[in-house]
C-alpha cells in the first residue's frame, strides 16, 4: 500500500486553530469522527495523549507525528494536519509545531 493512496482529501486539516497539544489532539480527533473515520472518539483521543506521555511524538523542525493503535479501525487512517501559528507540542528543539501526519492503525491480532 503506498502512502499516497490513505491521504485523501477529506483526511486534511488545512487549518488547525488549536495553540496546546491536547486542545489539538482533541481538534484532530473531533475531526475524525465528524468525517467518520472513526467510532471510538474519546479512547482514540486517550490513546493519543497517552503515546505522548511516553514522550513527545513532534520530531523538530515543525514536525508531529501522533500515532496510536485503535479497535475498530480497519484500514489505516492517515491525516494531515496544518496549523499556521504553531501548537506548543513539546518538540525536541523547543520549536511549536506547524505540520501533523497523525497515523492510525488497528492493533495487531494475536493466535
Known amino acids: 500500500m503506498k502512502l499516497h493512496c490513505l491521504l485523501t482529501e477529506d483526511l486534511l486539516i488545512p487549518d488547525l486553530k488549536s495553540r496546546t497539544r491536547d486542545e489539538a489532539l482533541k ?10 473515520k472513526i467510532s471510538r472518539d474519546k479512547e482514540l483521543f486517550e490513546k493519543l495523549t497517552q503515546r505522548e506521555m511516553l514522550g ?6 515543525g ?3 501522533p500515532h496510536c493503535k485503535l479497535k475498530g479501525v480497519k484500514c489505516p487512517v492517515f491525516l494531515l ?3 499556521r ?18 497515523v492510525i492503525t488497528s492493533p495487531l491480532r494475536t493466535m
Open 27 to 36: 481538534e484532530i480527533v473531533s475531526f475524525l469522527k465528524k468525517n467518520n
Open 56 to 61: 513527545s511524538t513532534a520530531i523538530g523542525d
Open 63 to 65: 514536525v508531529a507525528i
Open 81 to 83: 494536519g496544518v496549523s
Open 85 to 102: 501559528q504553531g501548537v506548543d507540542f513539546d518538540s525536541m528543539d523547543g520549536k511549536p509545531s506547524h505540520i501533523f501526519f497523525v
